[in-house]
């Protein structure tokens, strides 16, 4: 996790520990009119691509609410 989910999870987190993913980077690669911008005008949004690394947050969800919060 990274950004807001850090601070502002949508779904309830079981637990929180920091993390490094190998094989994934961060990138300003996703257009986004939902959260950044306009439907005329998307803005940017972090996202991952293939390769490198990247630090973050693992959330743990627990197994009775973890298909719900995939959902989202």
Do not use: I
Request: charge should be positive.
């Amino acid at each position: 996790a990274y950004g807001s989910l850090l601070w502002n999870p949508l779904f309830p987190v079981a637990e929180m520990k920091a993390a490094t993913l190998h094989g994934w980077h961060r990138r300003f690669c996703l257009w986004s009119f939902a959260t950044r911008g306009t439907p005329q005008k998307p803005g940017l949004v972090l996202a991952l691509e293939p390769r490198g690394s990247c630090r973050g947050v693992a959330l743990r969800l627990s197994a009775e609410l973890a298909a719900d919060a995939l959902q989202l």
